[in-house]
Structure formats: structure tokens, C-alpha cells
């Protein structure tokens, strides 16, 4: 970092030499290639929340650091895009050649970055938020001469957004950018996947947004702007830019501002720039789209408030997972009501199919049965259906919270990654083997089996009710071994606690059924 010298005045001090450049003049040309060639000076910027690094030689921004988030060792944690040799952020006038320009401190603690040659003069100030995670960008273009001139100038960000994981460490969630736009005529966040557009449009803003943090130009006044999105199938190569057209007559000034935001997806920030800018959170699967988003909303909260009082993400985890089996245990209760019914059953419908061929017969024979014992074949699925959307809430929010990020619980070292405690080398390169030794997904097969048998209540099961006795615990196996340890603690919790009940309940849901329902499967059995 260098000492910025004032717009004002320049001084000396005795333990420095402060030196000052006169802006560059295209009609000297010896001196510009000397300027040129001089080694690139970096301008520091800091508050309480971002570290912010700019570069003299074309005033962009170079490196963003972000205080109150650290990394795994430790550090504050970096969302500069991979390609660090190029400026993530930058404000140009296209098809202008403008030489190295300079820095200067105003009094007001912002930075300036003036650049001339014949024709123009461009300043751009750059506004630093104390209490949020935004910049403020003003720029001057000036008309040096008497005719008019017609420019365009863009705002461009460029190589996605940080931070970036060792490539071992990074999961589907750390490798998925998302692009996109608010439209103020839908009144609706406009996605862009895997292609570049061009449009022009009144928008609220149009940014980009990985896991944890966001990235977004807000123009000073909604209204029609044009803008380009590049979000193609290469990865980290994503592309934002906003422009306008600039008419200037001769010796008039423009001034354009915008506000560059960069930081986390948290809505209750988001909320405050009253720009739409919270609809990146507000996302869900189509049809229950919105349920999701609200029940997201729900979780999120209790999250947070749940944890304001015990101080730790994973003791919250266990207390929500707890929380959620007593709202949903009527639900929970009356599916395996149904399916314990319908497994005691089982051989008395073996039966029945043998004893009656003619189909018709048969299935009259069986409904009699239900009827009779009381009991609805589709009494155990829409229990379970209804409880999906909650699943699916909690998929939407776990993983995406960047508070949980290297927070420790037991041996995990990170709630919103798998929690992984050894690399298996032998396995790196084999498909379907293991690279990592995670331990929450191991755990939760083995008590996804042992709460197969335990429902079964004795009842050995049979043809392919005894494979997907097998099967289902396989599948979680699978589904949960790269999710974040977070959500796979939340449902290993959910998982134990539905083992206990259903031990608790395995008697009682026996003797409820008839005398001659339970001599007919002690016969069978």
C-alpha cells in the first residue's frame, strides 16, 4: 500500500518522500511510456467490514476482502474472482485510449482516479460505505473540446465470485454461480443460465451471486438501462456489465453513479437498499416455489434466534431438528400408524391373493379387510408428503448460510461442508469409491437400517418390502454423503429421534389390532 496524496495539497514528511505525478498528456509521448513503464502502485481502502485494494494503473478495483468472515485457517475471507491478474471491477469508455491516470484522497475520505488526454477527462470517485457492504461510484466524464462527442461508458465485473475452495474441498454448492437481473416491469428476478444476452430493460439491478456472497450494480435510478450477462457452461467465467450512452456537446460534463454491492446473501441487508435486492433469496422449485421460500424464511429465523441464546450452530441444529418432530409428530405418527397396520396385514393379503384368482374378487376381498381392521393403504404416503416441502426448506437454507461456515461441533470442523476427517488417496481418481471419509452420512445409513427393523416389529419383511429394507438406507447413503454436515446432522437428529418413538410405539400399535389379525400372524409367522 502507498500514501494517496490529497486533491489540495501535497506534503513532506521528515520519514517520507511523497511524490506526485502530473496527469498524463498524450502530446508527450516520451513521458507517457516512462509512466507507463513504472511498477503498479496498490491503494489500500479499509472499514470496519471490507478490505479494498485498487490499482493505479487504470484506477480498478483489484482485491475484496471481507472482515467479519473468515476461512478455515482462519483468515479474512476473499471473493476476488480466480483470475487475479485482471480487475475484477472496472469503469471504462469503450473504444478510448486514456493513459495511466492518478489517486488522490478527498476530505471526505473517498478516493479519486483522474485520467485526460486531448479529447476527455474522467474522474471516478469511489464512496466507501463505514456500516455496509457496498461502494458508492461517481463518475465525471468531461468534454475537452468544442465539439460534440458521442461515448459509451460501462461498468464491468468480470470472473465470478470468491471465495474459491482448494479444489478437494469444493462441493457442488462452491462450483454453482448464479446470474441475473430484476426486472421492475414483472416485479420479478430474471435468472441467466448457460448462455450470454444482451438486453436493455428497466431494471433494479443485475449482479451475480455464489454460495455465500453477492455481487450486484444498482443504478442510481431505476429506470431503462442496457446491460450484458455472460454465464456460460465454463465455470467461473461469469460476466456483468451495465453501460450507457454519454452525448456530450462541447466543454458539458456528465456525472453518473451507481452502487456496487459485495457481500452476503442476507436478506435483512439486502432488505435495507429497498431495490429488490433480497429476490435472490426468495428462490424455490416451481408450483410450491413459494411455500418453500416461506417455510425458508421460517427456518431461517429460528435459526438465528435460537442460536442468539445457545451460541452454537450445532446445538441450534439438534434443538430445531427437535423443535420440527413435535410440530410434525401427528403427522409422523399417524404414517407410521398406517404403515405398521398395513405391514401387520401383510400376510393375511398373501393369503387372500393365493386363496382368489380372479383379480376383481381378490381386490374386493382385500378392501373388506381394510375396512374391516380399519385401515387406509394410503394413510402412510400423504402423511410423509405433506412433510417433503419442509425438507426441501431446509435444503434451500443449510446450505447456503454463511454463518455456518468453519464453525466447529463434536469432530465436525465445518456445518456447511461434508464433514470430512481424512482424504483417501487410493480412491481419488475411481469412480464411485470414496475420495472422502465422511462420517454423518455412515452414521445416519446405519440408523436409517436399524429404524427399517425396528418398524418392521418383529415382522420379517418380505419380496420387495425386504429390498427396499436394504435399499433405502443405501440411497441416504448416497443422497447425504457430499451435503453439508449440517443438514446431514439435522436429519441424522430427526432420523434417532424417530427411532426412539418408533421403538416406544412398536408394542402399542400391536395390541391395538384384533385378537384374530394377531392369531392369524402368529399362524402365518
Given amino acids: 500500500p502507498v500514501h494517496v496524496p490529497s486533491k489540495e495539497s501535497v506534503t513532506q514528511t521528515p520519514t517520507q518522500q511523497i511524490e506526485t505525478k502530473t496527469p498524463l498528456s498524450t502530446q508527450n509521448l516520451q ?23 485498487f490499482s493505479d494503473l487504470t484506477g480498478t478495483l483489484k482485491k475484496i476482502v471481507l472482515k467479519k468472515y473468515k476461512d478455515h485457517t482462519g483468515k479474512n475471507i476473499e471473493i476476488t474472482p480466480q483470475r487475479k491478474k485482471q480487475a475484477p471491477l472496472f469503469y471504462q469508455l469503450e473504444s478510448m485510449v486514456l493513459p495511466r491516470g492518478n489517486f488522490y484522497e478527498n476530505a471526505d475520505g473517498s478516493l479519486s482516479y483522474i485520467q485526460e488526454n486531448e479529447n476527455v477527462k474522467i474522474e471516478k470517485q469511489f464512496i466507501f460505505s463505514k456500516d455496509n457492504y457496498h461502494l458508492t461510484l461517481k463518475t465525471k466524464v468531461l468534454n475537452k473540446t468544442s465539439n460534440k462527442l458521442s461515448l459509451k461508458g460501462s461498468l464491468v465485473w468480470e470472473g465470478s465470485v470468491g471465495p474459491f475452495p482448494e479444489k478437494r474441498e469444493q462441493t457442488s454448492y462452491d462450483e454453482t454461480v448464479e446470474t441475473s437481473f430484476f426486472d421492475r416491469n414483472k416485479n420479478a428476478e430474471v435468472k441467466i443460465s448457460d448462455e450470454s444476452v444482451i438486453k436493455n430493460q428497466e431494471i433494479d439491478w443485475i449482479g451475480m451471486d455464489g454460495r455465500y456472497f453477492f455481487i450486484a450494480f444498482i443504478p442510481e435510478t431505476p429506470k431503462q438501462y442496457s446491460f450484458s450477462i455472460q454465464n456460460e457452461k465454463a465455470i467461473y467465467d461469469e460476466k456483468i456489465e451495465l453501460y450507457e450512452e454519454l452525448s456530450l456537446a462541447g466543454s458539458q460534463e456528465i456525472e453518473k453513479n451507481y452502487i456496487v454491492y459485495m457481500g452476503p446473501k442476507d436478506e435483512r441487508i439486502l432488505k435495507t437498499y429497498q431495490r429488490n435486492l433480497e429476490a435472490i433469496t426468495e428462490r424455490g422449485w416451481p408450483v410450491i416455489g413459494p411455500l418453500i421460500v416461506l417455510l425458508g424464511k421460517g427456518i431461517k429465523f429460528l435459526l438465528f434466534w435460537i442460536n442468539s441464546f445457545v451460541g452454537n450452530f450445532g446445538i441450534t441444529i439438534l434443538i430445531l431438528s427437535l423443535l420440527f418432530k413435535v410440530v410434525l409428530n401427528p403427522l409422523t405418527t399417524k404414517s407410521m400408524d398406517s404403515a405398521k397396520k398395513m405391514q401387520t396385514l401383510q400376510p393375511q393379503i398373501e393369503a387372500l ?35 417433503m416441502p419442509f425438507f426441501f426448506a431446509l435444503y434451500q437454507v443449510l446450505p447456503y448460510v454463511v454463518e455456518l461456515k468453519n464453525v466447529n461441533f463434536l469432530w465436525i470442523k465445518d456445518l456447511s461442508s461434508p464433514d470430512t476427517v481424512t482424504f483417501i488417496e487410493i480412491f481419488k481418481n475411481v469412480p464411485l469409491l470414496p475420495y472422502r471419509l465422511n462420517i454423518l452420512p455412515i452414521l445416519l445409513t446405519i440408523f436409517s437400517f436399524i429404524q427399517t427393523k425396528v418398524s418392521q416389529g418383529g415382522t420379517p419383511a418380505a419380496g420387495q418390502a425386504k429390498i427396499m429394507g436394504y435399499m433405502m438406507p443405501l440411497m441416504f447413503l448416497f443422497i447425504f454423503w457430499n451435503m453439508p454436515s449440517g443438514l446431514v446432522l439435522y436429519w441424522l437428529c430427526k432420523l434417532f429421534l424417530l427411532l426412539c418413538s418408533s421403538g416406544l410405539k412398536t408394542k402399542g400399535l400391536l395390541k391395538k389390532m384384533t385378537p384374530k389379525t394377531q392369531k392369524n400372524n402368529c399362524i402365518k409367522n
Fill in 31 to 53: 513521458k507517457e511510456k516512462i509512466e507507463e513503464q513504472a511498477p503498479e502502485k496498490i491503494i489500500t481502502q479499509e472499514t470496519d467490514l471490507y478490505q479494498l485494494e
Fill in 353 to 387: 391373493k393365493k386363496k382368489y384368482t380372479d383379480p376383481k374378487e381378490m381386490n374386493a376381498k382385500v378392501w373388506e379387510l381394510y375396512r374391516k381392521e380399519k385401515v387406509n393403504p394410503m394413510g402412510g404416503c400423504l402423511p410423509m408428503l405433506l412433510q
